[in-house]
């Protein structure tokens, strides 16, 4: 049996966003006890992360560690048509993920205690952001 979703996520600007519970909402109804969730987020300065969700502290670290790793308004990049977090965006993007596979276990998203699902906005300003969710498995 196969599902499939679009799960829209509006940002605020750049950082992390917990979208564990429009995962979640995208499993729970669909009739499916055990399988899969493959998401996709369908953009090229934004990605989706697994992090832990109980210290927020974790992603200030995480954000910290890529400004450090990937600095806006670097001499280096070239492509900067939409300003200097351009290009950054970009980078942040291909090192983290697109998508992320995740287990259906007794008809719930199978995530560990402390584990949250995160779409990672990497662009200054606000921007809507859609992730494609396609759950397959047996009911």
Not at 38 to 46: D, E, G, N, P, V
Not at 77 to 103: C, F, I, K, N, W
């Amino acid at each position: 049996m196969w599902h499939q979703k679009s799960l829209v996520i509006e940002t605020e600007g750049r950082g992390l966003y917990e979208i564990s519970h429009l995962v979640s909402q995208s499993v729970v109804g669909t009739g499916v006890k055990t399988g899969v969730c493959h998401l996709f987020i369908r953009h090229t300065s934004a990605s989706l992360i697994i992090s832990e969700n109980a210290d927020p502290v974790v992603l200030d670290d995480l954000e910290a560690y890529f400004n450090r790793l990937v600095p806006d308004g670097d001499s280096l990049y070239r492509h900067t048509l939409e300003g200097v977090d351009d290009m950054p965006a970009h980078v942040r993007s291909v090192l983290t993920q697109t998508s992320l596979t995740l287990p259906v276990v007794d008809g719930r998203l199978g995530l560990g205690v402390w584990q949250g699902v995160y779409l990672w906005e990497h662009r200054f300003n606000p921007h809507r952001r859609t992730c494609v969710a396609t759950i397959e498995g047996e009911s």
